[in-house]
């Protein structure tokens, strides 16, 4: 095969790949392109796959918590290996809990212990917040044996008694709190409640959508300052409670909406296109009216959410929708439903019902335990908890085992542990005893004898990385570190939005005059290097899809950035190519010698650059390592398009001797 069809045929699949590549990155309009022929010629062409970029905390919007780890009762040697364990336990929960890339870092500068939390794209805070902030829990378990019944007449004497007598309590401490007895002191030496009685009973700003709302609703019968003048009787408790602080935050409206998406907005099934997506929701406006809202809802909207309710939202404020969407629901009368309106997920209409000023109380609260049937009753679970628990446990860690040489989690129990575990292996030769981290069984060992020392090993088909991640979870259980939230900042998702517009608009305003300046001064290497910068971005958007790789403001700058780099490479090997020509020598010697003279200089060059990356991807923070990740594949991609795709554009017109002749087009001036 002569060299330059090779050439030819090399630079035909360069092109095909990058409008594959292209299509991954935007698959609507090709999906669209495919419906349109499907429909006007009747084809059966099928739409590419959708796969969405992953954005972080800052343009999808969710929320921002700050932890500060408790370690006064912790070793100064076991402080940063115990918030690490913390670290991956929350980790682990955020997972649990449904969030898309959770980012959980630690912060050990200074004195303080910190656990970072970014939740993109969070619904139920309050939720997360909760689930966060529980005290991780290590339990052994035993095979539960017992048969499913019903409570004797006894046990229901005695659960009527124990809430009798615990309403009774709650009943004495009330009159104490109403005489004016000071109730954080109460608080303190009567909650039974686990996250009750510290800080007094002060359970922060409560609003009417919080897990609290039973407590809210009386709050708001009350003068702030005052006790509310009856005991509250809740599933999990009984409470007494103080309205200690009031204040109002911000207006929220309650509203429903009927959303008609279409093929390619998030989180949307259907196949229809945007037009045909507009014209529905048009049909539907004309029809519309208070009356029949709830029930057009339910027949039309593509919001699993709420359109089995009627489209009703409930009560929001501002920044709990895009800013589209808020701008006109709140700019709506009460009663009035809205023209169709454009956001991200589709087109809507929405039915304003109601508005108000949004107001939380700031309580203090003193719970007493309530017992249920499920306190008494044996557990459905096939495992059932035994007296052993993390804080019985001394410490864990990696050993390697003198017989087989595999890695193996040795464990040692302190006292109270030993005589427990003596018991457990007693009764339980020849069966399974499981290891529960955070309700979930990390390890579930079969005992083959009596361990009256107080020390076990858990062996595995595990490596060694595994086995010390199994070790730091046993140690953050067994180490318990307490963890305050000092910080809890919203995220928007309207203003991830304008970041990511304004980010992208300014990326191609730069890319654009980037190509401007190639083409009016390097003439056709600076076209061939500009169709090259092209195709550098659809690889490296694929790149970030492909991992996929969570995209920050951080993260775009980098990729911008490495835009610059890319065509850094290109002006060096041009440039070096103009002085090849100038000494008289052919194209092909020109274009050869110039890559392989500036080679040394972008290597060295770029290399310094991914030995930066590295240090700030495995020494920064998240926002750092996110420039880092995306410079560092920006990079390396630029390489590639600079040294491979660039040098393929130049060799198709090595030959061509009218071009060779008249060295205008490559950036060179003719002397007469």
Sequence with gaps: MKKSTKVRLTVAMILIVAVVMGIFNWSVPFDRTMDYLNDKIGTAFPHFKNVPFHLGLDLQGGTHLVYEADTSKVDFGNKAESVEGVRDVIERRVNAFGVAEPLVQVNTAGSHYRVIVDLAGVSDVKEA????????????????????????????????????????????????????????????????????????????????????????????????????????????????????????????????????????????????????????????????????????????????????????????????????????????????????????????????????????????????????????????????????????????????????????????????????????????????????????????????????????????????????????????????????????QTVGASLGSDSLQKSLFAGLVGLLLVVIFMIIYYRLPGLLASIALFIYTMIVLFIFKAIPVTLSLSGISGFILSIGMAVDANVLIFERMKEELKLGKPLATAVSESIRRAWTAIRDGNYTTLIVCLVLALFGTGMIKGFAITLAIGVLTSMFSAMIITRYFLEIFIGNEKKERNLWWFGVKIKK
Excluded at 359 to 377: F, H, M
Aim: aromatic share 8%.
């Design 129 to 488: 917040i909760k689930m966060i902030g529980e005290t991780p829990l290590l339990e052994f378990k035993e095979q539960n044996n017992e048969p499913q019944r019903a409570l004797t007449n006894e046990e229901k004497r005695d659960l009527t008694n124990f809430n009798k007598e615990a309403k009774n309590k709650a009943e004495k401490v009330l009159r104490l709190a109403k005489k004016g007895d000071d109730f954080s002191t109460l608080a303190k030496e009567n909650s039974e409640l686990d996250g009750v009685a510290q800080n007094g009973g002060d359970l922060g700003w409560i609003g009417e959508m919080s897990a609290y709302n039973f407590i809210w609703q009386e709050a708001n019968k009350v003068d702030v300052g005052t006790v509310i003048p009856k005991v509250l009787d809740d599933s999990s408790g009984y409470f007494v409670v103080k309205n200690n602080e009031k204040r109002e935050n911000g207006q929220e409206i309650s509203a429903s909406h009927i959303l008609i998406c279409y093929g390619g907005a998030p989180n949307c099934q259907s196949t229809i296109t945007k037009e045909e997506a507009f014209n529905k929701i048009k049909e539907i406006k004309e029809k519309v009216n208070e009356t029949n809202f709830a029930e057009l809802a339910k027949e039309n909207s593509t919001d699993a959410g709420s359109g089995a309710n009627g489209g009703d939202l409930g009560w929001f404020n501002e920044e709990q929708m895009v800013k589209p969407f808020s701008e006109s629901a709140f700019a709506l009368a009460n009663g009035q439903i809205s023209e169709p309106v454009e956001t991200e997920f589709g087109y809507h209409l929405i039915y304003k019902k109601d508005e108000r000023t949004k107001v939380e109380y700031k309580v203090l609260a003193i719970a007493l335990k309530k017992k249920t049937e499920a306190d008494i009753l044996p557990s459905a679970d096939p495992w059932k908890t035994t007296a052993l628990t993390g804080k019985d446990l001394k410490k864990a860690w990696v050993e390697i085992s003198q017989q087989t040489g595999a890695p193996e989690v040795s464990l040692e129990f302190n006292e109270n542990g030993k005589t427990l575990f003596a018991e457990i292996t007693q009764k339980n030769i020849g069966k399974p005893v499981a290891i529960f981290l955070d309700g979930q069984p990390i390890s579930i060992p079969t005992v083959n004898e009596k361990i009256p020392d107080g020390k076990a090993v858990i062996s595995g088909s595990f490596d060694i990385a595994e086995a010390k991640t199994l070790a730091q979870r046993l140690n953050a259980g067994a180490l318990p570190v307490p963890i305050n939230l000092i910080s809890q």
